[in-house]
């Protein structure tokens, strides 16, 4: 057997075996748990405003109240607004909220049935205007994708300068969820011919809500 193939074999076995016995998985582990800093680009300006601009640029919209209490008033006037009946499929997350009247409220997930979605965010990203969202029972991953109308609320603490500053708050759970989902705007795809198509796979409108107190 040649030196060179000996070699890569006994590397081999040392995987199987639990790891290369040279020091390289404790290195690796560390860096999983204190991720080196990396280069950013510098952002100008306040956060939240960098958010609104670079969500509006992905074709989302964007709405500030001031405090919680007023968020059930925002989604109905938003849905009035567009012509978009006021019933509404809202994430066990936010079940304490004081819906109203105006609102035909359910919670749970969806098979698609439910035309308009509520969702709490766990962060927001001014550097791409994405909202970022977790799942669990408490926040399904079906409210982000199936229904046509997509509403997320955002607390102003939540927004974050990078995307890198999401792996940190996440590393903070101490364990992460199983889906961790990226949006930037409503869905949509030029695939076609080059012709922009709206809600190709996913909502038709992204509408943020973000609290500003």
């Known amino acids: 057997m040649s030196t060179a193939r000996e070699r890569i074999l006994v590397r081999v076995r040392?995987?199987?075996?639990?790891?290369?016995?040279?020091?390289?998985?404790?290195?690796?582990?560390?860096?999983?748990?204190?991720?080196p800093p990396l280069i950013r680009p510098k952002l100008h300006g306040d956060l939240i405003a960098r958010f609104r601009e670079k969500l509006?640029?992905?074709?989302?919209?964007?709405?500030?109240c001031d405090?919680?209490?007023?968020?059930?008033?925002?989604?109905?006037?938003?849905?009035?607004?567009?012509?978009?009946?006021?019933?509404?499929?809202?994430?066990?997350a936010l079940?304490?909220?004081?819906?109203?009247?105006?609102?035909?409220?359910?919670?749970?997930?969806?098979?698609?049935?439910?035309?308009?979605?509520?969702?709490p965010a766990f962060c927001a990203v001014a550097e791409t205007g994405s909202v970022v969202?977790?799942?669990?029972?408490?926040?399904?991953t079906s409210l982000n994708f199936l229904p046509d109308v997509h509403i997320v609320?955002?607390?102003?603490d939540q927004v974050v300068s990078h995307i890198e500053d999401v792996w940190?708050?996440?590393?903070?759970?101490?364990?992460?969820?199983?889906?961790?989902?990226f949006i930037t705007g409503p869905s949509k795809t030029a695939d076609v011919e080059q012709?922009?198509?709206?809600?190709?796979?996913g909502p038709r409108d992204l509408h943020v809500i973000l609290i500003a107190s």
């Open 195 to 201: 012709t922009l198509q709206i809600g190709a796979h």
């Open 14 to 35: 040392d995987a199987v075996a639990g790891g290369r016995k040279d020091g390289s998985r404790a290195e690796l582990e560390q860096r999983m748990e204190q991720a």
């Open 95 to 119: 079940q304490d909220a004081a819906w109203g009247e105006e609102l035909e409220v359910s919670y749970g997930n969806t098979r698609g049935d439910h035309p308009v979605s509520v969702t």
């Open 168 to 181: 940190v708050k996440l590393r903070a759970l101490g364990e992460i969820p199983r889906t961790v989902n």
């Open 67 to 92: 405090t919680p209490d007023e968020v059930p008033a925002v989604v109905f006037a938003y849905l009035q607004t567009n012509g978009v009946a006021a019933k509404i499929r809202v994430a066990p």
């Open 133 to 140: 969202l977790l799942s669990s029972d408490k926040s399904p």
């Open 56 to 64: 509006m640029q992905g074709s989302g919209t964007f709405e500030q």
């Open 153 to 156: 609320i955002v607390d102003k």
